[in-house]
């Protein structure tokens, strides 16, 4: 069973910023993809950004250019960073990793953590 913890969540400013940061209890080495996706009031969860062991990074069409996904394999974290913010971003913000396993891929989730942007 892996954990996963997400952090930097927040309230901010239209056209601010924050990163959120996602450390899971096993290493990222046994990771296919890491993503961040989010679910807003009323809404279904939608995909934000992932990325695959390869290094291949896939954004929502609403947050090109303005969020970035990275990792660091030395801390073990995956990091989202979130430019340009704007009240349409607020939501809980979940990271999901995807391990490899000798059965398959095994999926994991956080508890979430809320970003409200809001003047």
Request: with cysteine; hydrophobic share 35%; proline share 3%.
């Amino acid at each position: 069973q892996v954990q996963v913890v997400e952090s930097g969540g927040g309230l901010v400013q239209p056209g601010g910023s924050l990163r959120l940061s996602c450390a899971p209890s096993a290493s990222m080495w046994s990771f296919a993809a890491m993503g961040w996706y989010r679910q807003a009031p009323g809404k279904q969860r939608e995909l934000v950004a992932t990325i695959t062991s390869g290094g291949s990074a896939n954004y929502a069409d609403s947050v090109k250019g303005r969020f970035t996904i990275s990792r660091d394999y030395a801390k073990n974290t995956v990091y989202l960073q979130m430019n340009s913010l704007k009240p349409e971003d607020t939501a809980v913000y979940y990271c999901n990793v995807e391990q490899l396993t000798n059965k398959g891929l095994d999926d994991y989730w956080g508890q979430g953590t809320q970003v409200t942007v809001s003047s």
